[in-house]
T-cell receptor, first 116, second 113 residues
Framework: AQTVTQSQPEMSVQEAETVTLSCTYDTSESNYYLFWYKQPPSRQMILVIR??????QNATENRFSVNFQKAAKSFSLKISDSQLGDTAMYFCAFMKGIQGAQKLVFGQGTRLTINP | GAVVSQHPSWVICKSGTSVKIECRSL??????MFWYRQFPKQSLMLMAT?????????EQGVEKDKFLINHASLTLSTLTVTSAHPEDSSFYICSARSNQPQHFGDGTRLSIL
């Protein structure tokens, strides 16, 4: 079974700083997808970024980028120029395939606070 | 982008009653829908996976008779918490997917008195 581990329960940085959230996973699959979801206090789950395992290039979405190390099974999220609105729970998630009833496996989450 | 609507957003009811939560995909057809439960300050716990027109697949430890899931169409799935008790109080989130990443509803806060 796949597992996802987020080793940082909480993090706190000042506004405009850069912060990196860690995520490691365990799988025997060769083709899979990785995601970062954000859950602000409103509790809505928002997709931040996704990465296909077969792509070597790290995914980037504006201020959000990932460092995907397939051999090390590591998938960290970097937030540049952090903003107050980035305050949220962040969940790393793994999925075997995009088709059918493949399930998302979530990590425990990291609570990120951006301080003014 | 894909929109998933979940209703109601908050419900309070007496112990022993049944509560139905609806999950709709508004602008796409969801072949698969998922139901999660989230306790305070914890991650999402998958309860069940439902495919349109077939019975839901429940995760280990989830009582299928307590949490009834119906996925009658490609745009609607319902979760009914039967004979609800205070321990069923939680935040329930649905998610829907076609050939794209999962998109989540805004969740339902269920409080059983």
């Amino acid at each position: 079974a796949q597992t996802v581990t987020q080793s940082q329960p909480e993090m706190s940085v000042q506004e405009a700083e850069t912060v990196t959230l860690s995520c490691t996973y365990d799988t025997s699959e060769s083709n899979y997808y990785l995601f970062w979801y954000k859950q602000p206090p409103s509790r809505q789950m928002i997709l931040v970024i996704r990465q296909e395992a077969y792509k070597q290039q790290n995914a980037t979405e504006n201020r959000f980028s990932v460092n995907f190390q397939k051999a090390a099974k590591s998938f960290s999220l970097k937030i540049s120029d952090s903003q107050l609105g980035d305050t949220a729970m962040y969940f790393c998630a793994f999925m075997k395939g995009i088709q059918g009833a493949q399930k998302l496996v979530f990590g425990q989450g990291t609570r990120l606070t951006i301080n003014p | 982008g894909a929109v998933v609507s979940q209703h109601p957003s908050w419900v309070i009811c007496k112990s022993g009653t049944s509560v139905k939560i609806e999950c709709r995909s508004l602008d796409f057809q969801a072949t698969t829908m998922f139901w999660y439960r989230q306790f305070p300050k914890q991650s999402l716990m998958l309860m069940a996976t439902s495919n349109e027109g077939s019975k839901a697949t429940y995760e280990q430890g989830v009582e299928k008779d307590k949490f009834l899931i119906n996925h009658a169409s490609l745009t609607l799935s319902t979760l009914t918490v039967t004979s609800a008790h205070p321990e069923d109080s939680s935040f329930y989130i649905c998610s829907a997917r076609s050939n794209q990443p999962q998109h989540f509803g805004d969740g339902t806060r269920l409080s059983i008195l």
